[in-house]
């Protein structure tokens, strides 16, 4: 049987990644969580743990670490054996970055940073990731080995680029959210009822996503084909492709993201 797999927190992302797991068959699993929800207590499979200073002293395949920024601050110590043990570490961590880990785990640790989002829960997310010069090759493999269990992956050769990502498709569900309920809102100022206007809004984004992962055209090519010219879809066009339109609110957005995982990386 290969080594377990060590993830400590397991909340939503990291209860996605159990469920990943036992379904890519990767287990063993030991998940420490110190409030599990029932859904991750009636998972057959990992075995639980609920404190930090209780992991049991193993070899381990690799440690996820998905733990809040903040908390990983305060509890990145009490790993510092499992990362001085040669362990893959694998944090998801948002704006925690590599010498931080490195000052509390070693030099020598060996670790991979991962930003995931929350489409991963079905195994339909993208991870970027980021490996540490300390990082072998058998350890980029295992990273995508354990993160493609959700979804896809994307290399970045630049840590810095990991704030960019996390701006971009790790914030970026929240954002589509928003445009679900900005579009139900406008619905309902032009006269449909609340609950019709949403129910419109999210079926088209839903459905437009999924035509946008089955159709490779470029994104421009296939906005296109749904404005004629001099339509009603144009005419919207007018206002959402303005100098002051979405573009430049989706890039002011992202770049307030971005500076806000940066700044996280300096406290």
């Known amino acids: 049987m290969s080594a377990p797999i060590l993830l400590v927190g397991a909340g939503h992302m990291g209860s996605a990644l159990i469920r990943g797991w036992i379904k890519a068959g990767l287990g063993p699993i030991t998940a420490v969580e110190p409030n599990p929800s029932p859904h991750l207590r009636k998972l057959e499979g990992p075995k639980l743990v609920g404190d930090l200073r209780k992991i049991p002293r193993e070899r381990w395949r690799a440690c996820v670490v998905a733990l ?25 961590a948002a704006g925690t970055g590599v010498a931080f880990m490195a000052k509390h ?25 980021y490996a540490a010069p300390t990082a072998t090759t058998q350890d980029r493999a295992l990273a995508k080995s354990l ?13 810095a ?23 139900a ?63 430049a609110l989706m890039t002011r957005a992202v770049a307030a993201a971005k500076a806000r995982a940066e700044e996280l990386s300096r406290s």
């Open 185 to 247: 809102a406008a619905g309902v100022a032009a006269g449909l009822p609340r609950a019709t206007s949403t129910m419109l809004a999210r079926a088209t984004v839903a459905g437009t996503g999924a035509l946008l992962d089955a159709d490779k055209r470029d994104p421009a090519e296939l906005r296109r084909d749904v404005a004629t010219p001099g339509g009603t879809t144009e005419a919207a066009f007018k206002i959402l492709l303005a100098k002051d339109g979405l573009e």
């Open 105 to 129: 785990w070693g030099r020598k640790a060996r670790i991979v940073r991962a930003m995931p989002n929350t489409p991963g829960g079905i195994d339909r997310g993208i991870t970027a990731l």
């Open 68 to 92: 809040k920024p903040q908390v990983l601050r305060t509890e990145a110590a009490h790993l510092k054996s499992i990362a001085g043990s040669g362990t893959l570490m694998i944090s998801i």
């Open 147 to 159: 993160l493609s269990a959700i979804g896809r992956t994307v290399w970045l050769k630049r840590e």
């Open 161 to 183: 680029l990991i704030d960019a990502a996390t701006a971009v498709s790790g914030s970026g569900p929240a954002y589509v959210f928003a445009l679900v309920e900005a579009l």
